[in-house]
Each structure stands twice: as structure tokens, then as C-alpha cells.
């Protein structure tokens, strides 16, 4: 089994970006009829992720009935409904727009990055869709303890939690 790919209905945004920040491929939209919802995850074969009670899922179309108001526990039951487990790759997305984000040099963000984190940080990635850059800020190590705080239990590991860019 490849690895699992989200689409995530417009209750579920703060999941989509901690799939995301784990390294899931997690489309969402804030604004979507749940027909269009369920084709794009019937063509993209992705697993829907829901809150909405009356949307109806065809049994073909894989999905999980979120059940808990809280993110972190959110995350907890995608990571236990899934029947495999692999290493978990954090910080190698884009948390807005979902596409894998790629390491570049300092001199890439000159002018782009704010003048202190150019100054005093060496290591950046960015998003080559929509040109968000990526360093590893003050709240990196309280992100990386949430993570290991949502996968202990879980059969997951975290492999290389570093930031990557």
C-alpha cells in the first residue's frame, strides 16, 4: 500500500494543515459542494475526511467519519484508522497550498525573507507553487512535541522531525 492522500471538507482545515505539516498529501477546500468532495476523491483516490453528517458517501469512495472538535485528537484518529504504517516525514509541505516544498539557498531569499530570519538563519525551503518560504522558526520545537505527542501509540514514527530546507 502507497501512502494514504486526503481530501478534507471545509470543517476540518486546522487536520488538513497538521496532515500536512506530517508530511500528507491533504487537499482541502473551505468551499466545496460535497458532489464535487466526493468525485475528486473517487478520481484522485483519496480518502475524505468528514465532520459533515449528511453527506452521502458512496461505499466505493474511502473515507472516515471524524469524531472529536479538537485537532490533535483529529489527527490521532486518521493516523489510527490507517491500516499501515510508515515513517512520517514532517516539514516537506507546504501548509497552504500542499505542494511538496524544495531546499534553496540563502542568496534565493534575499529580499524575501524578513531581514532577521536572513540574517540569522542558514537553512530554507520554499514552495515552488505559490513562493512561501519556509525556516525553522521559535515554534519549530513546540510543533515537533505536538507531533510526538500525536503519534505516540500509534504505530507511526517520526523520521528525520529536522527541518529540511
Known amino acids: 500500500m502507497e501512502k494514504p492522500s486526503f481530501i478534507v471538507d471545509c470543517m476540518l482545515g486546522r487536520l488538513a494543515r497538521w496532515l500536512r505539516i506530517m508530511g500528507f498529501d491533504a487537499e482541502y477546500f473551505n468551499d466545496i459542494d460535497d458532489d464535487l468532495l466526493i468525485e475528486k476523491a473517487l478520481c484522485e483516490n483519496r480518502i475524505l475526511l468528514t465532520r459533515d453528517t449528511g453527506i452521502k458517501i458512496p461505499p466505493d469512495v474511502g473515507s472516515i467519519f471524524i469524531k472529536d472538535d479538537h485537532w490533535f485528537y483529529q489527527v490521532r ?3 489510527m484508522s490507517l491500516p499501515e504504517k510508515f515513517p512520517l516525514k514532517p516539514f516537506r509541505r507546504c501548509i497552504l497550498c500542499n505542494v511538496e516544498t524544495a531546499p534553496v539557498s540563502r542568496e534565493d531569499v ?3 525573507a524578513p531581514p532577521y530570519v536572513y540574517s540569522t ?3 530554507f525551503s520554499k514552495c515552488p507553487a505559490c513562493g512561501k518560504i519556509y525556516w525553522e522558526a521559535t515554534h519549530s520545537e513546540r ?3 505536538s507531533l510526538k505527542l500525536m503519534v505516540e501509540g500509534t504505530g507511526f514514527e517520526i523520521e528525520g522531525e529536522e527541518f529540511t530546507g
Request: hydrophobic share 25%.
Open 121 to 123: 538563519q542558514k537553512n
Open 77 to 79: 484518529q486518521v493516523l
Open 110 to 112: 534575499e529580499g524575501q
Open 143 to 145: 510543533m515537533k512535541e
